[in-house]
Protein backbone atom coordinates (compact mmCIF):
# COMPACT_ATOMS: atom_id res chain seq x y z
CA UNK A 1 0.00 0.00 0.00
CA UNK A 2 0.96 3.39 -0.80
CA UNK A 3 2.29 5.47 2.27
CA UNK A 4 0.85 9.16 1.93
CA UNK A 5 2.03 12.02 3.72
CA UNK A 6 0.31 15.22 4.01
CA UNK A 7 2.32 18.75 5.41
CA UNK A 8 3.76 21.87 5.19
CA UNK A 9 5.59 23.27 2.48
CA UNK A 10 9.02 23.41 2.37
CA UNK A 11 11.24 26.03 0.33
CA UNK A 12 12.88 22.54 -1.02
CA UNK A 13 9.51 21.58 -2.56
CA UNK A 14 9.30 25.01 -4.98
CA UNK A 15 10.47 22.56 -8.12
CA UNK A 16 7.95 20.07 -6.99
CA UNK A 17 4.92 22.85 -6.93
CA UNK A 18 6.40 24.79 -10.27
CA UNK A 19 5.29 21.44 -12.11
CA UNK A 20 2.30 20.77 -10.24
CA UNK A 21 1.32 24.56 -11.38
CA UNK A 22 2.20 23.97 -14.30
CA UNK A 23 -0.45 20.69 -14.78
CA UNK A 24 -2.59 22.78 -12.81
CA UNK A 25 -2.80 25.40 -15.74
CA UNK A 26 -3.35 22.98 -18.17
CA UNK A 27 -5.39 20.54 -16.63
CA UNK A 28 -8.13 18.59 -19.29
CA UNK A 29 -6.36 20.91 -22.11
CA UNK A 30 -8.89 24.26 -21.47
CA UNK A 31 -6.79 27.21 -21.51
CA UNK A 32 -6.30 28.57 -18.05
CA UNK A 33 -6.69 32.51 -16.83
CA UNK A 34 -4.47 31.52 -14.17
CA UNK A 35 -0.51 33.36 -13.99
CA UNK A 36 2.06 30.97 -15.59
CA UNK A 37 3.92 28.87 -13.23
CA UNK A 38 6.91 31.09 -11.21
CA UNK A 39 10.50 30.45 -11.76
CA UNK A 40 11.67 27.85 -9.25
CA UNK A 41 13.66 30.88 -7.49
CA UNK A 42 11.06 32.47 -7.09
CA UNK A 43 8.55 29.74 -5.86
CA UNK A 44 10.89 29.12 -3.14
CA UNK A 45 10.88 32.50 -1.88
CA UNK A 46 6.91 32.55 -1.82
CA UNK A 47 7.18 29.25 -0.01
CA UNK A 48 9.20 30.66 2.87
CA UNK A 49 7.01 33.11 3.05
CA UNK A 50 3.93 31.00 3.98
CA UNK A 51 5.51 28.99 6.48
CA UNK A 52 5.28 32.47 8.74
CA UNK A 53 1.62 33.04 7.67
CA UNK A 54 -1.17 32.47 10.63
CA UNK A 55 -3.87 32.73 7.94
CA UNK A 56 -2.55 30.60 5.78
CA UNK A 57 -0.73 27.09 4.78
CA UNK A 58 0.57 25.62 1.38
CA UNK A 59 0.54 21.95 1.87
CA UNK A 60 2.39 19.06 -0.37
CA UNK A 61 1.03 15.52 -0.36
CA UNK A 62 3.42 13.13 -0.63
CA UNK A 63 3.35 9.47 -2.20
CA UNK A 64 6.12 7.22 -1.16
CA UNK A 65 7.89 10.04 -0.50
CA UNK A 66 7.47 12.31 -3.45
CA UNK A 67 5.87 15.31 -3.92
CA UNK A 68 2.16 14.62 -6.18
CA UNK A 69 0.13 17.09 -4.83
CA UNK A 70 -0.97 20.77 -3.37
CA UNK A 71 -3.49 22.80 -1.77
CA UNK A 72 -3.38 26.66 -0.46
CA UNK A 73 -5.51 26.92 2.78
CA UNK A 74 -6.98 30.04 3.89
CA UNK A 75 -8.52 31.51 7.18
CA UNK A 76 -10.77 34.14 6.73
CA UNK A 77 -14.58 35.65 7.96
CA UNK A 78 -17.30 33.66 6.11
CA UNK A 79 -18.54 37.23 4.69
CA UNK A 80 -17.84 40.96 5.91
CA UNK A 81 -21.02 40.97 8.16
CA UNK A 82 -20.16 37.72 9.94
CA UNK A 83 -17.45 37.02 12.84
CA UNK A 84 -17.67 33.21 12.00
CA UNK A 85 -14.58 32.60 9.99
CA UNK A 86 -13.82 29.87 7.53
CA UNK A 87 -11.09 27.32 6.01
CA UNK A 88 -10.85 27.57 1.89
CA UNK A 89 -9.00 25.49 0.24
CA UNK A 90 -7.81 26.80 -3.30
CA UNK A 91 -5.61 25.47 -5.87
CA UNK A 92 -6.22 21.61 -5.05
CA UNK A 93 -4.41 19.52 -7.11
CA UNK A 94 -3.22 15.84 -7.40
CA UNK A 95 -0.86 14.71 -11.00
CA UNK A 96 -2.51 12.20 -12.89
CA UNK A 97 0.29 10.22 -12.07
CA UNK A 98 -0.98 9.88 -8.34
CA UNK A 99 -4.49 9.66 -8.63
CA UNK A 100 -6.89 7.32 -6.67
CA UNK A 101 -4.17 6.42 -4.25
CA UNK A 102 -5.85 8.75 -1.42
CA UNK A 103 -3.93 11.69 -1.78
CA UNK A 104 -6.86 14.38 -2.70
CA UNK A 105 -9.08 12.75 0.76
CA UNK A 106 -5.58 13.75 2.96
CA UNK A 107 -5.09 17.51 1.92
CA UNK A 108 -9.09 17.61 2.35
CA UNK A 109 -8.72 15.81 6.44
CA UNK A 110 -5.41 18.32 6.69
CA UNK A 111 -7.78 20.87 5.81
CA UNK A 112 -10.86 19.92 8.28
CA UNK A 113 -8.43 19.41 10.88
CA UNK A 114 -6.98 23.15 11.07
CA UNK A 115 -10.50 24.54 10.79
CA UNK A 116 -11.26 22.61 13.93
CA UNK A 117 -8.17 23.55 15.40
CA UNK A 118 -9.10 27.49 14.95
CA UNK A 119 -12.45 26.97 15.17
CA UNK A 120 -13.96 27.32 11.97
CA UNK A 121 -17.06 26.01 11.41
CA UNK A 122 -17.00 26.17 7.71
CA UNK A 123 -14.62 24.72 5.25
CA UNK A 124 -14.87 25.49 1.31
CA UNK A 125 -13.05 24.42 -1.88
CA UNK A 126 -12.88 25.97 -4.97
CA UNK A 127 -13.12 24.12 -8.05
CA UNK A 128 -13.36 24.65 -11.95
CA UNK A 129 -16.88 24.41 -12.75
CA UNK A 130 -15.13 21.71 -15.75
CA UNK A 131 -13.17 19.53 -13.46
CA UNK A 132 -16.01 17.42 -13.27
CA UNK A 133 -14.28 14.46 -11.27
CA UNK A 134 -12.99 16.63 -9.06
CA UNK A 135 -16.27 18.50 -8.54
CA UNK A 136 -18.26 14.81 -8.19
CA UNK A 137 -15.58 14.23 -5.65
CA UNK A 138 -16.21 17.52 -3.54
CA UNK A 139 -20.08 16.77 -3.76
CA UNK A 140 -19.54 13.64 -2.48
CA UNK A 141 -17.65 14.99 0.58
CA UNK A 142 -20.51 16.87 1.51
CA UNK A 143 -19.36 20.28 -0.01
CA UNK A 144 -22.27 21.48 -2.25
CA UNK A 145 -21.96 24.19 -4.57
CA UNK A 146 -21.78 27.85 -3.47
CA UNK A 147 -20.86 30.22 -6.48
CA UNK A 148 -18.70 30.58 -9.62
CA UNK A 149 -15.25 32.29 -9.33
CA UNK A 150 -13.98 33.71 -12.39
CA UNK A 151 -10.95 35.17 -12.50
CA UNK A 152 -9.43 37.91 -15.01
CA UNK A 153 -6.30 40.67 -14.95
CA UNK A 154 -7.64 44.12 -14.17
CA UNK A 155 -6.30 45.63 -18.08
CA UNK A 156 -8.94 42.90 -19.31
CA UNK A 157 -11.64 44.13 -17.01
CA UNK A 158 -10.96 47.95 -17.78
CA UNK A 159 -10.74 47.30 -21.39
CA UNK A 160 -14.08 45.54 -21.55
CA UNK A 161 -15.81 47.69 -19.29
CA UNK A 162 -14.24 50.87 -22.11
CA UNK A 163 -15.78 48.53 -24.84
CA UNK A 164 -19.19 49.68 -23.51
CA UNK A 165 -18.29 53.30 -24.95
CA UNK A 166 -20.10 55.23 -21.59
CA UNK A 167 -18.91 58.29 -21.34
CA UNK A 168 -20.27 57.97 -17.49
CA UNK A 169 -18.72 54.79 -16.66
CA UNK A 170 -15.28 56.14 -18.28
CA UNK A 171 -15.75 59.01 -16.07
CA UNK A 172 -16.66 56.95 -13.33
CA UNK A 173 -13.52 54.90 -13.99
CA UNK A 174 -11.31 57.76 -14.18
CA UNK A 175 -12.43 59.51 -10.81
CA UNK A 176 -11.83 55.92 -8.82
CA UNK A 177 -8.47 55.79 -10.00
CA UNK A 178 -7.93 59.58 -9.25
CA UNK A 179 -9.07 58.70 -5.73
CA UNK A 180 -7.35 55.61 -5.13
CA UNK A 181 -3.69 57.85 -5.83
CA UNK A 182 -5.13 60.54 -3.06
CA UNK A 183 -6.12 58.28 -0.80
CA UNK A 184 -2.18 56.81 -1.32
CA UNK A 185 -0.76 60.32 -1.08
CA UNK A 186 -2.70 60.83 2.09
CA UNK A 187 -1.58 57.96 3.58
CA UNK A 188 2.16 58.81 2.79
CA UNK A 189 1.49 62.32 4.06
CA UNK A 190 -0.01 61.27 7.52
CA UNK A 191 2.69 58.93 8.54
CA UNK A 192 5.13 59.72 10.92
CA UNK A 193 8.39 61.19 9.53
CA UNK A 194 11.01 59.06 10.86
CA UNK A 195 13.87 61.32 12.87
CA UNK A 196 17.11 62.83 11.42
CA UNK A 197 18.85 60.88 14.43
CA UNK A 198 16.78 57.23 13.27
CA UNK A 199 19.53 54.45 12.13
CA UNK A 200 22.54 56.17 13.51
Request: with cysteine.
Amino acid sequence: MAAIEVRDAQPGDAGALVTLWGELTTAAGLPSRLPAAPSPAAAEVAVSKHLGDPFGRLLVGELDGQVHAMAYLRRTAVSPLHEDTTVTVEYLHVSDTARRHGLGKALIAEAVAWAEHENCAHLAVVAPASAREANRFLARLGLGQAGVLRYANTHTVRRRLASEQAPSLLALLSSRRSAVARRAQLGAVSSPAEPESAGK
